[in-house]
């Protein structure tokens, strides 16, 4: 079982060296280093060697840090991949991912590389077709997650944000369900009004509820929310350790039933339980 904590997803423009410098103490469980959207086009060719020059020199610690280049069809995708590639990243963050042979493509060209060798591939989740194709892309090699694109979705599907985010509902979980099929990370896509708390901490509450592992960020005042949303509470904690006691117990005297707080506890409840506290020590080891 994979605990690794992505409650909080932090963008960061790659040409952006305060920015850089600052996230080495920021309280994210991961980093976007991002050479796509968030950087201008005559920023690019500063930003790709800035990004590599950083990767190689500062402690991001136990963040995972995932390198957004720019598409492979696009006029920066390849300089991108062969600048980043010699800083041996982490994982390689694909976005406008149609179909799975784009993942097979870049993993053709990770492969050829000693750099790259144990590089992963994540995969922005921000077209129709990526949605419809989720399936076999969460499948494609070096596969380790998808980060749902909201805006870029929102545009294509030509429909409007909503507190409720219902006209993108089923956008958001095709790739979650298929995430989940294949064993790998979903994270949720960004909440752009970044001064708005209130709206921030309910769009990771339904996140959260939907099953996400976590929120993509744009700004650092957003992190102690997410960060709080996606942590197991007290309560949650308290009442898996109080199940698995029970079905212990329960087990003990050879029954396979517990009641705890007037609810039936069966094994499956104890697996959610047990992952639970794993993830709650998971928590605790990154941040202490
Ligand atoms: N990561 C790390 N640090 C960040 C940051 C980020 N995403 N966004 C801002 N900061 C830092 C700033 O460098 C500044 O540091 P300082 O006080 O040490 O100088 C501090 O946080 C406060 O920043 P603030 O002045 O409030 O923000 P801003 O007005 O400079 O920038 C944004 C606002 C939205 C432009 C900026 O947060 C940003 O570029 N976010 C990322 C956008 C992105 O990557 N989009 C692509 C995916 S949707
Ligand atoms: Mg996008």
């Given at each position: 079982m994979d605990t690794r904590p992505f409650r909080s997803v932090l963008y960061i423009p790659g040409s952006k060296e305060r920015a850089l410098e600052k996230a080495t103490s920021l309280a994210a469980d991961a980093i976007i280093f991002d050479l796509e959207d968030a950087v201008a086009l005559e920023e690019k060719a500063r930003a790709r060697v800035l990004l590599a020059e950083t990767l190689q020199s500062l402690d991001y610690g136990a963040r995972a840090k995932l390198v957004r280049i720019n598409a492979l069809s696009t006029d920066w995708g390849m300089a991108d991949l062969d600048v980043i590639g010699s800083a041996a990243p982490e994982a390689i963050l694909l976005p406008k991912v149609d179909e799975a042979s784009q993942i097979e493509a870049l993993a053709r060209l990770l492969d050829a590389r000693a750099e790259t060798a144990n590089t992963r591939i994540w995969a922005m989740m921000e077209s129709p077709?990526?949605?419809?194709?989720?399936?076999?892309?969460?499948?494609?090699?070096?596969?380790?997650?998808?980060?749902?694109?909201?805006?870029?979705?929102?545009?294509?599907?030509?429909?409007?944000?909503?507190?409720?985010?219902?006209?993108?509902?089923?956008?958001?979980?095709?790739?979650?369900?298929?995430?989940?099929?294949?064993?790998?990370?979903?994270?949720?896509?960004?909440?752009?009004?970044?001064?708005?708390?209130?709206?921030?901490?309910?769009?990771?509450?339904?996140?959260?509820?939907?099953?996400?592992?976590?929120?993509?960020?744009?700004?650092?005042?957003?992190?102690?929310?997410?960060?709080?949303?996606?942590?197991?509470?007290?309560?949650?904690?308290?009442?898996?350790?109080?199940?698995?006691?029970?079905?212990?117990?329960?087990?003990?005297?050879?029954?396979?039933?517990?009641?705890?707080d007037g609810k039936i506890v069966e094994n499956l409840h104890i697996v959610t339980a047990k992952q639970i506290l794993a993830k709650a020590q998971a928590i605790a080891d990154m941040t202490e």
């Open positions: 077709l990526g949605v419809l194709n989720a399936a076999a892309i969460a499948r494609a090699p070096r596969m380790a997650g998808f980060i749902m694109g909201t805006n870029d979705l929102a545009k294509d599907m030509g429909c409007r944000f909503r507190p409720d985010r219902l006209p993108l509902l089923a956008a958001l979980q095709l790739p979650l369900i298929a995430a989940k099929a294949a064993g790998i990370v979903a994270v949720d896509g960004v909440y752009n009004a970044f001064k708005d708390e209130d709206g921030l901490r309910a769009e990771c509450e339904q996140g959260r509820d939907m099953g996400f592992d976590g929120k993509t960020l744009i700004h650092p005042a957003q992190l102690a929310i997410a960060n709080e949303v996606f942590s197991p509470s007290a309560a949650e904690i308290d009442l898996a350790q109080r199940q698995i006691e029970a079905f212990d117990a329960a087990t003990a005297r050879g029954e396979g039933v517990a009641v705890v």
